[in-house]
């Protein structure tokens, strides 16, 4: 069992940027693949991006691509997400969620954190 709990979220005008943190505990963190997620008001929740235990590997989802940076320091169980040029429509709670196996199946997610982009 892992334990996640994200925080940095808050109100930022567009073009901003913010930094979200994911401290992990309770858990191997340094072997699980790692993962950013958020929901939108009257949205479903979906991809942001995501990062393998080795912090080699990662993808993005296209809205985000070229603005956003998921990265991780496995010595303090850590995951970072870094928003930059944010816009209105990045507005959601934010999640991180840690994969045990790397097969993009995430068991642990934590309790999210707003970040809310104004215009």
């Known amino acids: 069992q892992v334990q996640l709990v994200e925080s940095g979220g808050g109100l930022v005008q567009a073009g901003g940027s913010l930094r979200l943190f994911c401290a992990a505990s309770g858990g191997t963190f340094s072997s699980y693949a790692m993962g950013w997620f958020r929901r939108a008001p009257g949205k479903e929740r979906e991809f942001v991006a995501a990062?393998?235990?080795?912090?080699?590997?990662?993808h993005y989802a296209d809205s985000v691509k070229g603005r956003f940076t998921i990265s991780r320091d496995n010595a303090k169980n850590m995951g970072y997400l870094q928003m930059n040029s944010l816009k209105p429509e990045d507005t959601a709670v934010y999640y991180c969620?840690?994969?045990?196996?790397?097969?993009?199946?995430?068991?642990?997610w934590g309790q999210g954190t707003q970040v809310t982009v104004s215009s």
């Open positions: 990062i393998n235990w080795s912090g080699i590997t990662t």
């Open positions: 969620a840690a994969d045990p196996y790397g097969g993009s199946y995430y068991d642990y």
